[in-house]
């Protein structure tokens, strides 16, 4: 037996092959953005148990793109600034808070396997050496190259 309530996702009933609307409790918005997501994706690609991260992806793009607004506005106004103006510190903390929500987004989007990075180790272990890409193998990626061979420097 599963502990607690089930979640409202878990009680959707879904349909092979369709697309999974936008919830009720996004924004217009956020539904927009929900609806261009899935309809760059084929049919059956978001499933219901990834509603609750698609709703979050949506609510940071939108916050993002707020803050994006803003920063904007204010780079706008900028004439000559120096960091001890207030208006240097607003963008510094606005651009930092947009950053933020921008990871959120790139985390978002790789758990949802909607960029082609989301299938990519963090770490590649391919150098490139003159133009041409040289696999390595993994316990020669230490800087320790296998004997006789030499070490790949990083460029």
């Known amino acids: 037996m599963v502990a607690g309530r089930p979640s409202a996702a878990s009680q959707m009933p879904t349909i092979p092959g369709e697309r999974i609307a936008p919830p009720e409790d996004l924004g217009e918005f956020e539904k927009a953005e929900w609806l ?5 994706l084929p049919p059956g690609w978001i499933q219901v148990e990834h509603v609750p991260i698609m709703r979050q992806l949506c609510r ?6 707020h803050y994006s607004v803003v920063l904007a506005r204010l780079l706008e106004l900028s004439v000559e600034w120096t960091p001890d103006d207030e208006r240097w510190r607003q963008v ?3 651009s ?3 950053g933020i929500e921008t990871d959120h987004i790139i985390n978002c989007s790789k758990m949802l396997r909607l960029t082609k990075l989301a299938d990519r180790p963090e770490r590649a272990s391919v150098k490139v050496k003159r133009g041409s890409a040289v696999a390595v193998k993994p316990w020669a990626d230490w800087g320790h190259a296998e004997p006789g ?3 790949i420097a990083p460029s």
């Open 36 to 40: 261009a997501i899935v309809a760059g």
């Open 149 to 151: 061979k030499p070490v």
């Open 92 to 94: 510094a903390l606005i």
């Open 60 to 65: 940071h793009t939108k916050v993002a793109h």
């Open 96 to 98: 930092r808070v947009h």
